[in-house]
């Protein structure tokens, strides 16, 4: 199972463009790589997920490298309510819709 | 179109106690997992119901059990409640439960304190 590795906490100046880093180095060809994130410990959000090209939605855009053994997550132009705690996951397949969370990014957005 | 809803908000039990957890997925969902999370963690996977089977398991004790209903709403029975089990039980619902890009939505949670 693709395990992810990301820092404990970051910086972010309100406004500026927040960019979260993720490392999955042994992700598998056919695994997703998805991001959610929980305030103030409510239940997890869903923001974006992708597989090898880049994504963007209305929340952030989600940049994959070619070999896939990374990626990293834009929060464009970042506001207070974005401080939260920020979980790259990597899905496990296998016929079963296991996510292993691992400890996330505490995302600060400062004024 | 209601999210993903839990009951009760909060709970405290005693030492030996159970306890269940209820859960009502998004309508037209089928598939429902929960997952455990203590304070200062991520999310740790408990189990998958699809189709009122379950379809996998975490790494947790055989007190803790779970089932999937003809209405996909599900329940998580815990027996013999320890300190440790004092956490955030989050409830996760989504359409499919093979699909790898199958999207999971969670629910509020339900913080359960054992005293």
């Known amino acids: 199972d693709a395990k992810t590795t990301q820092p404990p906490s970051m910086d972010c100046a309100e406004g500026r463009a927040a960019n979260l880093p993720c490392n999955h180095s042994t992700i598998s060809g056919n695994e997703y790589v998805y991001w959610y994130r929980q305030i103030h410990s409510q239940g997890p959000q869903y923001i974006i997920h992708?597989?090898?090209n880049n994504e963007t939605n209305e929340m952030a855009s989600l940049i994959i490298t070619e070999d896939r053994k990374s990626s990293t997550l834009i929060l464009p132009h970042a506001t207070l309510r974005d401080t939260a705690v920020y979980y790259c996951?990597?899905?496990?397949?296998?016929?079963?819709?296991?996510?292993?969370f691992g400890s996330g990014t505490k995302l600060n957005v400062k004024p | 179109d209601a999210g993903v809803t839990q009951s009760p908000t909060h709970l405290i039990k005693t030492r030996g106690q159970h306890v269940t957890l209820r859960c009502s997925p998004i309508?037209?969902?089928?598939?429902v997992s929960w997952y455990q999370q203590v304070l200062g963690q991520g999310p740790q996977f408990i189990f998958q119901?699809?189709?009122?089977?379950?379809?996998g398991r975490g790494n947790f004790p055989d007190r803790f059990s779970a089932r999937q209903f003809p209405n996909y709403s599900s329940e998580l029975n815990v027996n013999a409640l320890l300190l440790g089990d004092s956490a955030l039980y989050l409830c996760a619902s989504s359409l499919f439960s093979i699909a790898i890009t199958d999207t999971q939505y969670f629910g509020p949670g339900t913080r359960l304190t054992v005293l």
């Open positions: 309508s037209g969902h089928k598939s």
């Open positions: 992708g597989l090898k």
């Open positions: 119901y699809y189709e009122k089977e379950e379809r």
């Open positions: 996951i990597v899905r496990v397949g296998n016929n079963f819709n296991k996510f292993y």
